[in-house]
């Protein structure tokens, strides 16, 4: 029925990654203190009204990679956007506007034809659009896809850029989140499913200009676990899982990654297209990290080198994220620490973050993108889908210093549905997005 897509939203938003600010057991104790495995951590105080301060000064323009990236989606200033519903995206001059593509693929061998007749996932018909296929997640009696195209047309209208974020590997898989979803790569009947669903997307995003994300998490995943950090040492059946395609590309990881990305070039043309980078990755979370001896901008290489191994040197941006949850809750909850220090004389805080986000970029050659950030802020009261976090509130009052590092834009939004939202901060976000457009936005080539 039409409409069941959008009460999809808040069901499929990514689950937490599993190891994401764990402390690991087999990691040196050096390791551990430079991870930030510590709960000593204490909020910091809402930044202020106003915007970076001084050593942020104008850049060399049309020469930096940020403002090359913007200018060929009709933009000159840093991007900003949520994962939000269609009411909310009208409230403020949000540039772009995300969704999430999560759940199940067809049990078909290739991408149904028609949700009434014949089509399932996981066993269920979706003849009443209920199965966990989204290419049914509509009015039924339309060709399938609809909930995409329909996302779509609903951004464009409004002057905004749609951003699909593919986040099917895990949820497809049947396999517990980590290193046991990464067996289901190798099965080419799985594969051959997943890259046919990945192809059907596609074809329903054809020739409009889109941002697609793919599969933030995975490629992390795929540095962790092999010994040697290599995209080699995993196996995957590409060649079997879709001979059209990926018919050239190397069994493992990186054949996989080349594969996806080069799909993006033949059945959608004008999309722009991005592999995430996790500050995880190395087993080391620099996000929280505590040592100010640390090599940030080394460890950052070490995640640039692993995606340029799958291919990130034929993309055009990367995503990086602060949290997949609001500061508040991991410490009401889980009694952690999440918080970074917007004064940035504590670790872990906003500068060093921006250090790995930059390092990452310069060695990719390629503009960054936050993703994901929290939505929540200092004046909630810590409680489900009213967290309190500084995310928000620091990175559109210092936007210089997000284009500094070669971030070309902040989208925001929930990691799962316990956490704050657009439609939960009070107007925040809104009042905040409007405040920085009013400013007339942060140009992207600036330099410290």
């Known amino acids: 029925m039409r409409g069941r897509g959008r009460s999809r939203v808040s069901d499929i938003m990514r689950t937490p990654a599993l190891f994401r600010r764990k402390c690991w057991p087999f990691l040196a104790a050096g390791l551990l203190a430079v991870a930030g495995c510590s709960d000593s951590s204490e909020p910091g105080e809402e930044p202020g009204p106003g915007t970076d301060g001084p050593g942020v000064t104008p850049g060399e323009g049309s020469e930096c990679l940020g403002a090359k990236f913007l200018t060929t989606l009709g933009k000159s200033t840093l991007l900003v956007g949520a994962q939000m519903e269609e009411e909310t995206s009208a409230k403020a001059p949000f540039d772009v506007r995300y969704l999430y593509i999560a759940a199940g693929v067809f049990d078909s061998k290739d991408a149904c034809q028609s949700c009434t007749s014949g089509c399932s996932s996981g066993g269920t018909s979706c003849a009443n659009g209920g199965c966990n296929w989204w290419g049914c997640w509509q009015d039924v009696s339309e060709a399938p896809g609809a909930y995409v195209r329909d996302f779509i047309k609903a951004t464009q209208a409004k002057g905004q850029l749609p951003f699909l974020t593919y986040y099917e590997a895990f949820q497809a898989s049947g396999y517990t989140e980590g290193e046991e979803q990464l067996k289901a790569l190798n099965d080419a009947a799985f594969l051959g499913r997943y890259l046919a669903d990945w192809r059907f997307l596609l074809k329903q995003v054809g020739q409009e200009k889109v941002l697609l994300q793919i599969e933030p998490d995975m490629w992390a995943y795929l540095q962790f676990f092999p010994k040697d950090g290599r995209a080699q040492s ?52 620099v996000s929280g990290n505590t040592d100010p001896s640390f090599d940030v901008a080394s460890e950052a290489n070490k995640v640039a080198d692993f995606l340029l191994s799958v291919g990130a040197g034929d993309t055009d941006f990367v995503t990086v994220e602060a949290s997949d949850r609001d500061a508040g809750w991991y410490q009401e909850t889980q009694g952690k620490a999440g918080w970074w220090d917007p004064e940035n004389r504590q670790l872990p805080h906003f500068h060093q973050a921006f250090t790995w986000a930059k390092a990452v970029s310069t060695r990719l050659n390629k503009p960054h993108l936050w993703w994901q950030l929290p939505v929540g802020h200092m004046g909630l009261p810590n409680e489900e889908k009213k967290w309190r976090d500084n995310r928000v509130d620091y990175f559109l009052t210092h936007p210089g210093e997000v284009a500094a590092a070669g971030g070309v834009g902040m989208l925001f939004g929930a990691g799962n549905y316990e956490q704050t939202t657009p439609e939960t901060d009070g107007g925040n976000l809104v009042k905040r997005v409007k405040a920085y457009k009013d400013a007339g936005g942060q140009a992207a080539c600036v330099k410290n």
Not at 261 to 266: L, P, Q, T
């Open 234 to 285: 995993t196996a995957v059946a590409v060649k079997a899982a879709n001979p059209t395609d990926c018919g050239s590309q190397e069994n493992n990881a990186a054949g996989l990654g080349k594969c996806m990305i080069a799909m993006v070039r033949k059945y959608a043309p004008n999309a722009k297209v991005g592999l995430h980078a996790s500050a995880w990755a190395t087993k080391t979370d």
